[in-house]
Nanobody
Framework: QVQLVESGGGLVQAGGSLRLSCAAP????????MGWFRQAPGKEREFVAG??????IYADSVKGRFTISRDNANNTAYLQMDSLKPEDTAVYYC????????????????WGQGTQVTVSS
């Protein structure tokens, strides 16, 4: 069982930045693919960004604004979010999976509890 703990959400004005963290305490997760997803009220969970080893993928809506990274020594993944827009408002979740990196939420077997990101206009 992989336990994931997100942090770093909050309220920010449009154009601002936030950095989300996803920790897997007590677990070596360097071989897992890690993904960030978000879910706005009334909408399905959608892919934001993913990373495995040095490979990264991004949703078109966040390319050039968000950066995913990981620190395997500290079992933590990050999502740096810059130039935030009101449409980025959602609960952000990190997920982990064994195997290849994908953008499909149902393929991720481990999830954190989510952290709220609110961007005001």
């Amino acid at each position: 069982q992989v336990q994931l703990v997100e942090s770093g959400g909050g309220l920010v004005q449009a154009g601002g930045s936030l950095r989300l963290s996803c920790a897997a305490p007590g677990r070596t997760f360097s071989s897992y693919a890690m993904g960030w997803f978000r879910q706005a009220p009334g909408k399905e969970r959608e892919f934001v960004a993913g990373i495995k080893w040095s490979s990264t993928i991004y949703a078109d809506s966040v390319k050039g604004r968000f950066t995913i990274s990981r620190d395997n020594a500290n079992n933590t993944a990050y999502l740096q979010m810059d130039s935030l827009k009101p449409e980025d408002t959602a609960v952000y979740y990190c997920g982990a999976k064994i195997g290849v990196l994908t953008a499909v939420p149902r393929e991720y077997g481990y999830w954190g509890q989510g952290t709220q990101v609110t961007v005001s206009s």
